[in-house]
């Protein structure tokens, strides 16, 4: 069973930032995809970014040259790098991973971590 801690999330202004943080218990880790799911309230879940077991991203075109996923050396942790956060971000954001990428075409990755809030205000 694969567990996602993750860490970070919290409420800030329009056009802050901030930084969240998951780490894979797996030990076959380095095989893993990586990535960031949200969902609002009365939303579907939406793929946010994600990076696979070779370094490559994909990001959803609302976040593109906001947000900013990248891995730690050895594929354990996994960051979002949000800027300049808009109140339409405002979502539960969930860590997720999968041995197989969920993109190009969409799927829901087999792991999620328990989510963290984000909270943007306007």
């Known amino acids: 069973q694969v567990q996602l801690l993750e860490s970070g999330g919290g409420s800030v202004p329009a056009g802050g930032s901030l930084r969240l943080s998951c780490t894979i218990s797996e030990l076959s880790y380095p095989k893993y995809c990586l990535g960031w799911f949200r969902q609002a309230p009365g939303k579907e879940r939406e793929a946010v970014a994600g990076?696979?077991?070779?370094?490559?991203?994909d990001y959803a075109d609302f976040v593109k040259g906001r947000f900013t996923i990248s891995k730690d050396s050895v594929g354990r942790i996994v960051y979002l790098q949000m800027n300049d956060l808009k109140p339409e971000d405002t979502a539960m954001y969930y860590c997720?991973?999968?041995?197989?990428?969920?993109?190009?075409?969409?799927?829901?990755?087999?792991?999620w971590g328990q989510g963290t809030q984000i909270t943007v205000s306007s």
């Open positions: 990076i696979d077991s070779n370094g490559d991203i």
């Open positions: 997720v991973a999968d041995l197989w990428r969920w993109w190009p075409i969409f799927r829901l990755p087999h792991s």
